[in-house]
Every structure is written in structure tokens, then in C-alpha cells.
T-cell receptor, first 114, second 113 residues
Framework: NAGVTQTPKFQVLKTGQSMTLQCAQD?????MSWYRQDPGMGLRLIHY???????DQGEVPNGYNVSRSTTEDFPLRLLSAAPSQTSVYFC?????????????FGEGSWLTVV | QQQVKQSPQSLIVQKGGIPIINCAYE??????FPWYQQFPGKGPALLIA?????SEKKEGRFTISFNKSAKQFSLHIMDSQPGDSATYFC????????????FGSGTQLTVLP
């Protein structure tokens, strides 16, 4: 039972480069979201999706794009990486029908922008 | 604007002690208050959650106390063990908003053997 799978685990980018963080879930969850975690700031919501074809911005969306073409996948794109995007990124999924409405997190993607 | 304030930032207790972590929220629309536990190199994992219609919830050694009028909630860990050493995050959500969590800043707990 894979749950929420994120790739890559670690990535180093140069300023201005682009890349995509992949997220896939095998629980048929409707809701998926991306958070970033920075020291002393907890996790902050970047973008979220309530279903295939539907996305919306969270608290810190600038510099990131998302799309949701399937229920399973929710990639996060950095179009032109900046040092301020150095962070740990977590993908999460949940379903309104999930008992206790549990939100499940992936294991994270460590991104360094130099 | 930090909608969920968490304290303390770090906490050290002896084995068997009862660490207490406190959170306060501002948005009265929040109606779901989970606590997450995170070990180094891992994603957050749900520990326990409460809704505002109850004042306390226990699951094993973990207890949430909730004060709706004060807009505060806290996590108590009974008989703490070294294996409880982790970072703990409180969070809040409006269940009408697709369960997008607003997190506190985290508390790094160390339980000494």
C-alpha cells in the first residue's frame, strides 16, 4: 500500500531552472494539496485541488504551477527556481469520505536552489 | 498572518513526564483541529484530532484539550517515552474548505531516557 508517493526525494537546482515535483496517490482521494515546510514556520499551503481538472491557490502560490489531469496525480511545477524556494515540499491527499477525514502526507521532497 | 500560534518552540522532558503543547487560533470558522507528529526525514502523520463540540479527546497516551471560548487547544502526552521525541504540529481547518490545513509553527519535543 503505497499511499502518497513523491519524487524526487532530493533535488538541487540552479537559479532560473525549472523542474516538476511529482506526486501520486493510490487511495482514490479527491483532494490533493502541496505544502512547503520551512524552519520555524510549520507547513504552508501552496496549491490544492478538489478533483481532476480543478485547482486553486493556497497561502503561498507565487512561483508555482499545478495541474490535475487525473485523480491520482498532482504535479507541482517551478517555472524559474529562486533561492527563496529552497524548502521541503510535501504532497497530501484526503477524501471527504475518509473516516476521520484524515489527510495523508508523502515523505517529502528536499529542494535546494543555488 | 499566522492564524494558528503554537508554543513552545522546543520542549525537553524526562521519560515519564507529561509534555504539554499549546495552540491558539483566530479563525472562528475552523471546526477541525488535528495534531501531527513528524519524525526526521518523514512526512507529518496524523496523531489525534478533535472537533469543537467536545472539550477533550483521549487516544492512548495522547490527549487533546479544547477550549472553544478561548480559541485554544493543547496536546498532552502522558508517560512520555524517548520514542515520542519528534516535532509536533497543531493544525486547524474549515471542513467546508476541502480540508486545507493551517499549521502551527511546530514544537520539537525531546524525551530524555
Amino acid at each position: 500500500n503505497a499511499g502518497v508517493t513523491q519524487t524526487p526525494k532530493f533535488q538541487v537546482l540552479k537559479t532560473g531552472q525549472s523542474m516538476t515535483l511529482q506526486c501520486a496517490q493510490d487511495m482514490n482521494h479527491e483532494y490533493m494539496s502541496w505544502y512547503r515546510q520551512d524552519p520555524g514556520m510549520g507547513l504552508r499551503l501552496i496549491h490544492y485541488s478538489v478533483g481532476a481538472g480543478i485547482t486553486d491557490q493556497g497561502e503561498v502560490p507565487n512561483g508555482y504551477n499545478v495541474s490535475r489531469s487525473t485523480t491520482e496525480d498532482f504535479p507541482l511545477r517551478l517555472l524559474s527556481a529562486a533561492p527563496s524556494q529552497t524548502s521541503v515540499y510535501f504532497c497530501a491527499s484526503s477524501s471527504p469520505g475518509t473516516e476521520g477525514n484524515t489527510i495523508y502526507f508523502g515523505e517529502g521532497s528536499w529542494l535546494t536552489v543555488v | 498572518q499566522q492564524q494558528v500560534k503554537q508554543s513552545p518552540q522546543s520542549l525537553i522532558v524526562q521519560k515519564g513526564g507529561i509534555p504539554i503543547i499549546n495552540c491558539a487560533y483566530e479563525n472562528t470558522a475552523f471546526d477541525y483541529f488535528p495534531w501531527y507528529q513528524q519524525f526526521p526525514g518523514k512526512g507529518p502523520a496524523l496523531l489525534i484530532a478533535i472537533r469543537p463540540d467536545v472539550s477533550e479527546k483521549k487516544e492512548g497516551r495522547f490527549t487533546i484539550s479544547f477550549n472553544k471560548s478561548a480559541k485554544q487547544f493543547s496536546l498532552h502526552i502522558m508517560d512520555s517515552q524517548p520514542g515520542d521525541s519528534a516535532t509536533y504540529f497543531c493544525a486547524a481547518a474549515n471542513s467546508g474548505s476541502a480540508r486545507q490545513l493551517t499549521f502551527g509553527s511546530g514544537t520539537q519535543l525531546t524525551v530524555l531516557p
